[in-house]
């Protein structure tokens, strides 16, 4: 079993910042990708950012040059540093990761961007 535990989310004003975490434990032999993705009321869940276990890095469009991610190998952790948030930015974010092309999904954690 693969578990998924997110922290970090909560209530930010305009051009505040925010630092969400993720950390896997469960019967995880490797991780190939770690990652957020988002969903605000009535939209798509759309791509935050991806890192993979090599390193290599992919970010939504809107949140190039605001967002950072980051992964440690050692204890099967993600973060992801939000800086400048916009109301925009209101959504349940989840954790997912890969492992050997299964996707597992976290249970979201609330991001409310508002003054």
């Known amino acids: 079993q693969v578990q998924l535990v997110e922290s970090g989310g909560g209530l930010v004003q305009p051009g505040g910042s925010l630092r969400l975490s993720c950390s896997a434990s469960?019967?995880?032999?490797?991780?190939?990708?770690m990652g957020w993705y988002r969903q605000a009321p009535g939209k798509e869940r759309e791509l935050v950012a991806l890192?993979?276990?090599?390193?290599?890095?992919n970010y939504g469009d809107s949140m190039k040059g605001r967002f950072s991610i980051s992964r440690d190998n050692v204890d099967n952790t993600v973060h992801l540093q939000m800086n400048s948030l916009q109301p925009e930015d209101t959504a349940v974010y989840y954790c997912?990761?890969?492992?050997?092309?299964?996707?597992?999904w976290g249970q979201g954690t609330q991001v409310t961007v508002s003054s």
């Open positions: 890192i993979s276990d090599g390193g290599n890095i």
């Open positions: 997912a990761i890969e492992i050997y092309y299964t996707n597992y």
């Open positions: 469960g019967n995880i032999p490797r991780i190939n990708r």
